[in-house]
């Protein structure tokens, strides 16, 4: 199985405790979503998740590996905020770039992968000749091109115009129906939670534990008309409830 397990993970910065007895487990293919105020420690679930935080207790485990041996494995897909791209080089280069550092022998044909997420006519346009979106889809070709089990993304759409957050996310849902990925997902915006979801984790900050988790029970694929939906609309006012809840409470503590 490749699921991500946290097993009572704690982690403390000196006297500030950032994670309290996380417990979770995430299916192999699922799409899980962070979500809470700033502080509850979202980014560093995400950090341990990629070895780059060393537990002050408890375990990040990927298909009963340690995060250190999926990462050294090619087996984790990471995209930023901002897209990361080398600008004197093309798109194309910058996704062949990403493989031949990973060296990964499963790949996705660099050229195929662009063509698939619409960026066939672009692939030698140098990144400042590309919208935001592309630049973003480019960003995430990079991360899927050696075709990791897992997929870890830190608010990708979060430089973009609402229009474009839109967009990135109906395409985002396809590509992964396409290709199914274990894949967390840090957010802001519920409403970009719930589309891409499958299950919504809600974190409370100070010190960061798990406050409730929100089933998705949306069909697939989502088009962005199922944002017009009382179905969707009942979740997004669920969700907003659950962090008016967290936020009332850190205020009264």
Aim: a negative charge; charged letters at 25%; proline letters at 6%.
């Amino acid at each position: 199985m490749k699921g991500i397990v946290f097993r009572n993970l704690c982690k403390s910065f000196g006297r500030v405790e950032a994670l309290r007895g996380i417990d979770l487990t995430i299916d192999e293919g699922e799409f899980i979503a962070l979500i809470g105020p700033s502080g509850c420690g979202k980014t560093t679930m995400l950090r341990h998740t990629l070895g780059l935080e060393t537990p002050t207790s408890g375990e990040v485990t990927l298909g009963g590996q340690r995060p250190d041996d999926a990462r050294k494995a090619r087996d984790l897909g990471y995209v930023f905020q901002k897209a990361a791209l080398v600008p004197s080089i093309t798109a194309l280069e910058n996704v062949q770039l990403t493989l031949d550092i990973t060296g990964a022998k499963n790949a996705l044909d660099p050229g195929k992968l662009l063509e698939d997420f619409g960026l066939g006519p672009f692939r030698n346009h140098h990144p400042h000749k590309l919208s935001g979106g592309m630049q973003q889809r480019v960003n995430i070709a990079c991360a899927l091109v050696h075709n990791p089990h897992y997929l870890l993304m830190d608010e990708p759409f979060g430089a973009l115009d609402e229009m474009t957050k839109e967009s990135m996310a109906e395409w985002l849902g396809e590509v992964l129906l396409a290709n199914p990925k274990t894949v967390i997902l840090v957010t802001h915006s519920i409403e970009e939670a719930v589309m891409l979801a499958d299950r919504i984790v809600i974190l409370r900050a100070r010190p960061g534990e798990i406050d409730s988790i929100v089933p998705v029970d949306l069909p697939r694929p989502r088009r962005r008309e199922i944002k017009t939906t009382e179905a969707f609309g009942d979740l997004v006012l669920g969700v907003r409830r659950k962090l008016y809840a967290v936020e009332e409470a850190e205020r009264a503590a």
